[in-house]
């Protein structure tokens, strides 16, 4: 039997925005820290995207599959 999580990705946008304009730079690993569901994470990375797709932070990931680093750049 699945439990049903809801998330919102607007949500943790919004909620990386506020963590972003305090840190200016912060790992995936860092903002997802505080996930208490695999879904949390999901929604984060979704979050991430829509936030490079407005041109707010930039990313970094030197390798595939490495730590990927979120500045950022409003």
Do not use: K, Y
Not at 58 to 63: F, G, R, S, T, Y
């Amino acid at each position: 039997h699945l439990h049903q999580h809801e998330v919102s990705v607007a949500e943790h946008g919004e909620l990386l925005r506020a963590r972003l304009a305090e840190l200016g730079t912060a790992t995936f690993a860092t903002l997802t820290a505080d996930c208490v569901a695999p879904i949390e994470v999901v929604a984060r990375f979704l979050a991430v995207l829509d936030l490079f797709r407005s041109a707010v932070v930039e990313l970094d990931q030197p390798e595939p599959f490495g730590e990927l680093t979120v500045r950022w750049t409003p």
